[in-house]
């Protein structure tokens, strides 16, 4: 384990999909997976914020769980988020669970976690609890308690040799590279803010984890490529940027999932997040013409091709 590492890159948040009756729509799911496999993305998480992990029982997200998990995926690294219970015996059991299921990374939540206090401590007991064979992950969850490391904690996560890859929420570029620092080469700091994803990637950021990889991968992984142009990465960074508003304002996740079975993949828009009322208060119209004018889904091209 110590050789593992895992890819660098745009790394989409894997949506639930759901049927008309509000039931899980594994195939669905899996016409997801197969879509960023054929975009060649280099990693996903599953079970995140933006996955309505909050809104899913343990039976729902188990489930879902083991589908991506067996699920062919090629070479894509499979992050799982998998700390659930009350207590830290029980968030490690789970975590195993997750792991041997097949994915590759079973990811710690910190929001999930038994006590909002002495994060680092409890990182440290749950790698001791889980088992050696298993590889882990951090994520920041925003809800539903925002709960972040300092760069103290980022270190002695890293130093364990147990944690691979986080996901940073803090949302500001000073503490991110401190962050980045701090973990060394072990860990990879991955950053979920859009609009400090450039500077992030200055500072040694190894990707970008968000809702933009979701549906648009391409452009995504153009602003994570530090061998291309500055400008094209910093247009590529504004084109997202504005179809990002336009997504949020007409009901994430709804809307992404609408934009997604624009892009072919069979999913429908059926969300259980409050905040996908306005999509289907509203309707699709206005985010189809957007997409119509802008065509937020082509990677830009080098100066000098076509």
Not at 137 to 152: D, K, N
Request: aromatic fraction near 8%; proline fraction near 7%; glycine fraction near 8%.
């Amino acid at each position: 384990m110590p050789d593992y590492q895992a890819p660098d890159g745009a790394y989409p948040i894997l949506l639930t999909a759901f049927d008309e009756s509000g039931a899980l729509d594994l195939p669905a799911i899996s016409s997801l997976l197969d879509f960023y496999q054929r975009l060649g993305v280099p990693g996903l998480l599953a079970l995140g914020q933006a996955s309505e992990l909050l809104y899913l029982d343990d039976d729902e997200r188990l489930r879902l769980a083991q589908h991506v998990a067996d699920h062919p995926t090629g070479d894509m690294t499979i992050a799982t988020v998998g700390n659930f219970g009350a207590t830290l015996p029980e968030q490690a059991a789970c975590l195993r669970r997750i792991y041997e299921m097949g994915s590759d990374l079973a990811v710690v939540a910190l929001s999930l976690l038994p006590s909002a206090d002495n994060l680092g401590e409890q990182l440290l007991e749950l790698s001791s609890l889980v088992g050696a064979h298993v590889r882990l992950g951090i994520y920041e969850l925003p809800q539903p308690e925002h709960r972040l490391l300092s760069p103290e904690e980022v270190g002695t996560a890293a130093a364990s040799g147990r944690y691979y890859f986080m996901k940073d929420t803090c949302r500001e570029i000073a503490p991110f590279s401190a962050k980045v620092k701090a973990a060394g080469s072990a860990l990879k700091l991955f950053q979920a803010n859009l609009k400090v994803l450039p500077p992030s990637m200055e500072a040694g950021s190894h990707g970008f984890c968000g809702w933009l990889p979701m549906v648009c991968p391409e452009l995504s992984a153009q602003v994570c490529d530090m061998s291309l142009p500055a400008e094209l990465r910093k247009e590529a960074h504004e084109r997202l940027m504005a179809f990002n508003e336009v997504m949020i304002a007409h009901g994430f996740p709804a809307s992404a999932k609408h934009i997604l079975a624009r892009r072919g993949v069979a999913i429908q828009a059926y969300s259980r997040a409050e905040t996908a009322r306005r999509f289907f208060e509203a309707g699709p119209a206005a985010l189809d013409r957007y997409i119509a004018e802008n065509d937020p889904f082509a990677a830009l091209a080098l100066a000098g091709t076509r």
